[in-house]
């Protein structure tokens, strides 16, 4: 079943939108930091993988400062990767396999897209 349309969520995004393109570049740049920040932070609360890599760091570092990660060492750590614990590699390959829909959802996240076979 397709994730519900939830016009709250759109109409804030919509906003955000708005905002944002008439953001002076002063402005803009404080935004993307901000948001670049509380990306940075969720990844090292919720991925044992980025915890371990910004070496227990409470707080996220510049991104200039971030360790390059590969897809293929990221497809090798899915598990300790993913951000919700819920989510393991080998069931979502299973599901994708042999989805129950031609809409493939799965549980809360909606649908699932696979990119090329390097991913596998």
């Not at 740049?29 to 915890?51: F, G, M, N, V």
């Not at 080998?90 to 809409?103: C, Q």
Request: aromatic share 6%.
């Amino acid at each position: 079943m397709p994730t519900p349309f939830d016009p709250w969520k759109s109409m804030t995004v919509a906003a955000d939108v708005a905002l944002a393109s008439r953001a002076s570049g002063d402005d803009l740049a404080r935004r993307t930091a901000a948001r670049l920040d509380e990306l940075l932070e969720s990844a090292i609360h919720r991925s044992p993988l980025y915890r371990r890599r910004l070496q227990g760091r409470t707080r996220a570092p510049h991104l200039a400062d971030m360790p390059v990660v590969r897809k293929a060492d990221l497809m090798r750590s899915f598990d300790t990767w993913c951000c919700d614990p819920s989510l393991r590699l080998e069931a979502l390959r299973r599901f994708v396999a042999d989805p129950p829909s031609p809409h493939q959802v799965c549980g809360k996240f909606g649908p699932i897209n696979t990119t090329s076979p390097a991913s596998k």
